[in-house]
């Protein structure tokens, strides 16, 4: 059974609601590789066992390390896996993500997830633009990069699109390109700077996928959070609400955070990543976590506290 239902991306592939985030597979800062390759590979290999059918990855992952690891470890793939990946950052010598959004650089950075997961066509490929403030946004402009990715889809190397870190402006105007079957936004239970476009991508039928679904591991509870910006790690009355509601539903904070997101809008599918066996299965079991009126309520205004 597929994890947390399916989502018909453009009205035409199903992929599940909850899957699976790449990021964590590499080394330390994304780079190189893991510490333990064999618990990756297992890691991904029981993702699918569980019923994981959407993969989200990026050959900046490592670079390289992530998709290497996925062809090993699933390749010949699954008739029902979906695999989305990034485009338009690449790598540089002290490990930061670069904007590299050109469509040479583009069509280069295509070619080698095709070659690395060994594919014909990717399922669906996200322009990695930055708009959340992650990234700089590369000086090519917004529409010359979508249009060589629309491009890449027309010769048959791309069945579908999506953008990553954008406004709903750069949304709309990437739609009068070509079809936007997904976004890609940070959005979690501490964070809802990217509500107006979760709500742009209902009213398109667009599927809303966050990334560090789980506050890149700070929902987790034991972490060291000391040397974080102001803001960024869960306040005191955050954990305490958290904690009450996890308590009362028999779950973890991930999980509790999990199902928050699947329950948020029929548009949203979570990608939580991890390299740990353990903690992969504790967020597959969100999947059939369902959360009482009172308990959304008091999660809905968690990032106000």
């Not at 390749?75 to 469509?103: C, M, N, Q």
């Not at 102001?230 to 999980?255: I, K, S, W, Y």
Request: overall charge negative; glycine content about 10%; hydrophobic content about 45%.
């Amino acid at each position: 059974m597929t994890l947390g239902g399916t989502f018909q991306l453009a009205g035409e592939l199903p992929v599940g609601r909850l899957g699976y985030g790449a990021m964590q597979l590499p080394g330390p800062q994304v780079w190189g590789p893991p510490a333990d390759p064999g618990t990756a590979l297992a890691v991904l290999r029981r993702a699918v066992e569980l019923g994981v059918t959407h993969l989200d990855t990026s050959d900046a992952y490592g670079p390289h390390v992530a998709n290497d690891l996925i062809r090993q470890a699933l390749h010949p793939y699954p008739d029902d896996l979906v695999i989305a990946t990034k485009v338009g950052v690449v790598r540089d010598e002290w490990r930061s993500f670069e904007a590299a959004a050109e469509p040479d650089a583009l069509r280069e950075q295509v070619e080698e997830n095709l070659a690395r997961l060994g594919l014909a066509r990717l399922d669906l490929v996200y322009l990695r633009v930055g708009g959340d403030g992650l990234l700089f946004p590369a000086e090519t402009p917004f529409a010359e990069s979508f249009g060589a990715l629309a491009d890449l889809r027309r010769r048959g190397l791309i069945r579908h699109l999506g953008l990553s870190g954008v406004s709903v402006e750069q949304l709309k105007e990437a739609a009068e390109i070509a079809p936007v079957a997904a976004v890609q936004n940070r959005y979690h239970l501490l964070d809802r700077g990217s509500e107006d476009v979760l709500r742009a991508c209902e009213e398109r039928g667009v599927a809303f996928v966050p990334y560090f679904p789980l506050s890149a591991g700070l929902l987790r509870p034991g972490l060291d959070t000391s040397q974080l910006p102001p803001g960024m790690a869960p306040t005191a009355g955050q954990e305490r609400v958290l904690d009450e509601v996890a308590a009362r539903n028999g779950a973890t904070r991930a999980q509790v955070a999990l199902a928050w997101l699947l329950g948020r809008s029929p548009v949203v599918l979570a990608i939580p990543g991890t390299g740990s066996p353990a903690h992969l299965e504790e967020n597959a079991a969100a999947a059939g976590l369902t959360l009482p009126a009172d308990d959304r309520a008091a999660l809905d205004a968690l990032h106000t506290l």
